[in-house]
T-cell receptor, first 111, second 112 residues
Framework: EADIYQTPRYLVIGTGKKITLECSQT?????MYWYQQDPGMELHLIHY???????EKGDLSSESTVSRIRTEHFPLTLESARPSHTSQYLC??????????FGPGTRLTVL | QKEVEQDPGPLSVPEGAIVSLNCTYS??????FMWYRQYSRKGPELLMY????GNKEDGRFTAQVDKSSKYISLFIRDSQPSDSATYLC????????????FGRGTSLIVHP
């Protein structure tokens, strides 16, 4: 079973707050990803990383930023949350193949 | 036209039915094909991973790839209410250098 963790699982915050969503994996995977998914809708790639100190923007424009200082850790930060950021955020990682393993997700609500 | 097309459903079947879930794609470079299951408010879970054309079986699940038609299928035998979930297909062009392209998912409901 894939070991990829996300915290918090649920977060309700007010507009304008800075938040960081945590993602960690213990599989030694080089590649990590962040997706945004609204209920019943498709996955949208917002950031990805091919390794330490590598970060790229995905297909969906996002006001969030990411960092990759350690292989196992890929946090996502929103400097100033808005109601339009309300969504589920999914972190994933992959190793030698393109098969991605997903975390349980963080459900974010911005009031 | 999207690279990967998947009917969102919902697909409703009685318990015990054989379920067929499908995706079509346009990129002939795709070689690796995956199926994920996603329960409500959870992350997607990898079900099947296949390379190139052919069939792969794992318990009640069979993945089928027809590259000539650019068409992949996931069959679920003896479907159970616990199979009720959204099923996403994903595919990529290489074995480690590309980000998979996901379908939007098909919602499956298996009723007792």
């Amino acid at each position: 079973e894939a070991d990829i963790y996300q915290t918090p699982r649920y977060l309700v915050i007010g507009t304008g707050k800075k938040i960081t969503l945590e993602c960690s994996q213990t599989m030694g995977h080089d590649k990590m990803y962040w997706y945004q998914q609204d209920p019943g809708m498709e996955l949208h790639l917002i950031h990805y990383s091919y390794g330490v100190n590598s970060t790229e923007k995905g297909d969906l424009s996002s006001e969030s930023t990411v960092s990759r200082i350690r292989t196992e850790h890929f946090p996502l930060t929103l400097e100033s949350a808005r109601p339009s950021h309300t969504s589920q955020y999914l972190c994933a990682s992959s190793g030698l193949t393109d098969t991605q393993y997903f975390g349980p997700g963080t459900r974010l609500t911005v009031l | 036209q999207k690279e990967v097309e998947q009917d969102p459903g919902p697909l409703s079947v009685p318990e015990g039915a054989i379920v067929s879930l499908n995706c079509t794609y346009s990129n002939s470079a795709f070689q690796y094909f995956m199926w994920y299951r996603q329960y409500s408010r959870k992350g997607p879970e990898l079900l099947m991973y296949t390379y190139s054309s052919g069939n792969k079986e794992d318990g009640r699940f069979t993945a089928q790839v027809d590259k000539s038609s650019k068409y992949i299928s996931l069959f679920i035998r003896d479907s159970q209410p616990s199979d009720s979930a959204t099923y996403l297909c994903a595919m990529s062009a290489s074995g480690g250098s590309y980000i998979p392209t996901f379908g939007r998912g098909t919602s499956l409901i298996v009723h007792p």
